[in-house]
Each structure stands twice: as structure tokens, then as C-alpha cells.
């Protein structure tokens, strides 16, 4: 079957998009190109790592992953966080709530929180397990990497962001699993529809010989460290949030490795219920803002899997064979 290649030369340009600092203009912004799911395999695994990304369109039903955003948000009607009146399935946010009580939930909240507490529960409950075991998942995540048996950490990070809220900062998943040397895999599910502008993924354009780039600077200054520091994402080459920036230009304008670049752009796109993006450990990426002119609150999840023979043989990042808590350190 043929394959479409939609880098979108006939697309209009992407809307500016904000971040969490900073605005990320027009003329440093591109399309992501989509793959339909029923692409060959192997030109699913060519994309990936060509592209260092593949943005697999329509592969799980809408209606199962519509299902999971809606039991996700009618766990939260009581807590004041969707406008009354409205379908949990649409996560529409209540605007009349004071933010600071919503804001953040994606990366933590205040201990006690009723929210907080709501989101720790959402990651072991049955609907949620056995959607992010969903078999198309699953299969796709095998056939691209050619393994027998895959295995999902048990971290994985299921987030909701409010319009107006906090989003995720640059940078790259090996940062925060740097406790195994075996390659994994990411998926990043949006639970629901994610226009450029309502706080989904933004990719750096060919960026993972910069992520490797960063890596190896930041093992040279950390020669004197402990392996616990070593590790860690959070040690003292780091910012205190653990990640590259919260502005998406600033780090491309400070960064030394992307000066020798004559065209990079920041990749958007308007995902849709049943997407999925696989990207790889070192393809530098961060969050819009969530702008939606609907005020539809982002719902996602990302989830890291490893080759069943690489967790034997305990190559892999143990640390993240735990359920997420807000006070795991990771």
C-alpha cells in the first residue's frame, strides 16, 4: 500500500505557539509528518528513526480512547475542575475556578490535594491499565523495533493540563532514565483531540546529535559525582526542574550545537484521538502552552518501553519499575 507523505509543504504555517516562557514564532515552526497507521512496518521504523520521531495517525479507536477520557474526567466533577454542565468526555475546564488550585497538576500540586490525590489513583485503575495495554499499542510498539515481548515501566505519566496552566519544559527522555543503558522506546498518547495550540508535543527538528551532544558534556562535569548523582536529573548540572529550559527560542539561541545549524524548526501538529508519537531517547521535545479556544484541558500519557531482554538481563532504569508518586524524586 502506498504511503502518504504529508510533510505539508501545501500546509499552511502553524500558529505561533506559546510555552510555558516565551513564544515559539511562525518562521521556527513546521509540521510534523504524519504516518498513517496502516503504513508498512517498515517504513513505520524508517520514519522513526530518520525522523528521530514517527507520529502514527489513527492507530488506536477513537472511541476506546474517547472511553478513557471520559471515565479519567468524571473522577474530577466534584473537584471543581470542568464546567459545570459539561460532558466529562470533552474535559472543557471551569474558568470560574481559581487556577492556583488546577495549576501545575501535570508536574506535581501541593501535598493533600484532592486532585493531586485523584491522579495518583488514575494511574493503577483498571480502565487506565488496560488502556495503555491496548493490543494495536502494543503490537506497533514490537513491530517497529523487531522485539518478541516489549515491557512498559510501570511509571508512566498520565497528565491532564489546564488552559492557562503549566506545561512541560525542553528536553529529552534519557535525561530522567539514566539508571540503565538499554534503549527504550517512548509513546506519547494524547487521550482526546490536541490542536497546535492546546498544549500537545513540540519537536526539535533532527535534534537527537544535540541531546547526545548535552549528554556527554553534562557526563564530563559530572566525573566527581556519585552514581546516585550521576543518575539523576535533578543534580547540579541541572536546572532545578530537571529540564534543558522553559523557553523553547532561548535554548536555541544559547545553544552552542544549534548556532552550526542553517535550518532547525520546532514540529507541531493538531493530534487527534487515536494518535500515538514514538520518538527516541535523545529527540529533544517540550509542551505548548495549552491555549485551546475551546478551553479543553490536555489529557496525555507518555509511556517508556524496553525489550523484554534488556529488563532480564537488568539493563534498564530500575527506578521506574514503580507506579508514579509526586514524591518518587524522578
Given at each position: 500500500m502506498a504511503t502518504v507523505d504529508s510533510r505539508p509543504d501545501t500546509k499552511p504555517s502553524p500558529p505561533d505557539v506559546r510555552a510555558i516562557q516565551g513564544s515559539i514564532p511562525q518562521s521556527m515552526l513546521g509540521w510534523l509528518r504524519e504516518t498513517p497507521s496502516e503504513t508498512p512496518?517498515?517504513?513505520?521504523?524508517?520514519?522513526?528513526?530518520?525522523?528521530?520521531?514517527v507520529f502514527v495517525k489513527g492507530l488506536l479507536p477513537r472511541d476506546d480512547v474517547l472511553k478513557t477520557r471520559g471515565h479519567y474526567f468524571s473522577q474530577f466533577q466534584s473537584l471543581g475542575l470542568l464546567k459545570p454542565n459539561t460532558d466529562p468526555v470533552d474535559g472543557i475546564y471551569n474558568?470560574?475556578?481559581?487556577?492556583?488550585?488546577?495549576?501545575?497538576?501535570?508536574?506535581?500540586?501541593?501535598?493533600?490535594?484532592?486532585?493531586?490525590?485523584?491522579?495518583?489513583?488514575?494511574?493503577?485503575?483498571?480502565?487506565?491499565?488496560d488502556f495503555v495495554a491496548h493490543p494495536k499499542l502494543r503490537e506497533m510498539v514490537r513491530h517497529i523495533m523487531g522485539w518478541e515481548e516489549e515491557v512498559l515501566v510501570k511509571r508512566t505519566m498520565l497528565r491532564h493540563n489546564i488552559p492557562g496552566g503549566q506545561s512541560t519544559g525542553v528536553h529529552y527522555d534519557q535525561l530522567f532514565l539514566r539508571g540503565g543503558h538499554a534503549f527504550f522506546l517512548t509513546a506519547w498518547v494524547p487521550i482526546g483531540d490536541v490542536t497546535a495550540t492546546g498544549g500537545g508535543l513540540v519537536y526539535l527538528e533532527d535534534s537527537t546529535v544535540l541531546g547526545k551532544a548535552i549528554e556527554d558534556d553534562f557526563e564530563v562535569r559530572a566525573k566527581d559525582f556519585t552514581l546516585e548523582e550521576k543518575v539523576s536529573a535533578f543534580n547540579r548540572n541541572m536546572s532545578a526542574t530537571g529540564v534543558l529550559s522553559m523557553d523553547p527560542v532561548v535554548f536555541q539561541q544559547n545553544n552552542e550545537h544549534l548556532a552550526q545549524k542553517t535550518k532547525y524548526r520546532w514540529l507541531v501538529a493538531d493530534f487527534e484521538a487515536g494518535d500515538v508519537v514514538f520518538h527516541l531517547p535523545y529527540t529533544i521535545h517540550t509542551a505548548a502552552a495549552n491555549d485551546d479556544p475551546e478551553g479543553r484541558i490536555r489529557l496525555s500519557t507518555d509511556l517508556r518501553f524496553y525489550d523484554k531482554k534488556d529488563v532480564e538481563a537488568n539493563a534498564t532504569d530500575e527506578r521506574w519499575n514503580k507506579y508514579w508518586t509526586p514524591d518518587d524524586g524522578l
Open positions: 512496518i517498515e517504513e513505520i521504523r524508517r520514519r522513526l528513526f530518520e525522523d528521530e520521531y474558568l470560574a475556578e481559581d487556577i492556583s488550585l488546577h495549576n501545575g497538576i501535570g508536574g506535581g500540586g501541593p501535598t493533600g490535594n484532592e486532585e493531586l490525590e485523584q491522579l495518583v489513583k488514575a494511574h493503577v485503575q483498571r480502565p487506565y491499565l
